[in-house]
């Protein structure tokens, strides 16, 4: 979805909104320093808030969470990676210390020019009560297309959701990078991104129908209807600009974003908020 050396990628598609996703990007100068497939790569990343397809729990239920991820990267093209997710708010929900995973298996283009794509699947899981907008995704049907141009790097994907509920979402991101030598062996680099999303949203109807709220109508008797979904329509936009530092095997992210949601159905989060997401990752290979 999203970025910058291809390790840090990783940990910043988990950054930028859609979330705990774990896609897989192409490499670049920084990620050749680290030498060819396989390559194995561990990342640690926290949020002040949770978002997923632009999309957030309301703010009383949303304290942010702390992810990691373990990707594998043949040399072949075959990448699969497992998400694991606990939210900062567990303390007030009836769930474990890890609420929700993510299984992933996919192909991505090896091959050098300025063009690069994915395809892939990933398994979503859910462990006991959860405030996360995407509980009743299961299954993730994806394909992405990114392209290099001369000033900036343009993307598209897809998601099929298929499961308890189905979803269609399509993002687009158009993103500018500046490198900067520190030391030796050590990048800087600032990307500003805009990020644009459209779709269908009947996971996050869903989710509205779970909360606090719309429980406690239900046990009043107070009538309460979920809210329908709406028709496929823009989802919103997402302005950040991750900063990351790369020295040999380590790199250090760091991502304000600011989310603007557009056709919120009634009952959600419809307003703009700036949130903070910090990661690290270790390649091993």
Not at 233 to 238: E, F, I, K
Request: hydrophobic fraction near 35%; include cysteine; glycine fraction near 8%.
């Amino acid at each position: 979805m999203h970025c910058f050396s291809w390790c840090g990628r990783l940990a910043v598609g988990l950054l930028l909104g859609r979330a705990a996703a774990a896609t897989a990007l192409p490499p670049d100068s920084s990620a050749a320093q680290l030498g060819a497939p396989p390559r194995l790569t561990l990342g640690l990343s926290s949020a002040t808030r949770t978002t997923y397809l632009q999309r957030a729990p309301a703010r009383a239920d949303d304290r942010g969470y702390l992810g990691t991820t373990l990707t594998y990267q043949a040399p072949r093209g075959f990448i699969g990676s497992l998400y694991l997710n606990h939210s900062y708010s567990f303390q007030t929900l009836d769930e474990p210390f890890i609420n929700y995973g993510e299984l992933m298996a996919g192909w991505q283009s090896v091959s050098e020019g300025t063009t690069y794509w994915t395809v892939q699947y990933t398994r979503l899981f859910v462990y006991g009560e959860s405030a996360l907008v995407q509980t009743s995704l299961r299954n993730d049907l994806s394909a992405s297309i990114t392209h290099y141009f001369d000033y900036v790097t343009a993307s598209a994907s897809a998601d099929v959701f298929v499961g308890s509920t189905h979803d269609v979402v399509l993002t687009f991101d158009v993103s500018h990078a500046f490198q900067l030598p520190v030391l030796a062996h050590d990048t800087l680099s600032i990307e500003p991104t805009v990020e644009f999303g459209a779709g269908s949203q009947r996971f996050y109807t869903t989710s509205l129908g779970q909360t606090t709220q719309a429980q406690t109508k239900r046990r009043g008797g107070a009538g309460y209807t979920e809210p329908s979904a709406p028709s496929f329509s823009t989802l919103g936009y997402t302005f950040s600009v991750p900063v990351s530092w790369q020295a040999r095997r380590f790199e250090v992210q760091a991502t304000p974003s600011y989310l603007v949601p557009l056709h919120v159905p009634t009952g959600g989060n419809n307003r703009a908020f700036f949130y903070l997401t910090v990661g690290v990752t270790r390649s091993f290979w």
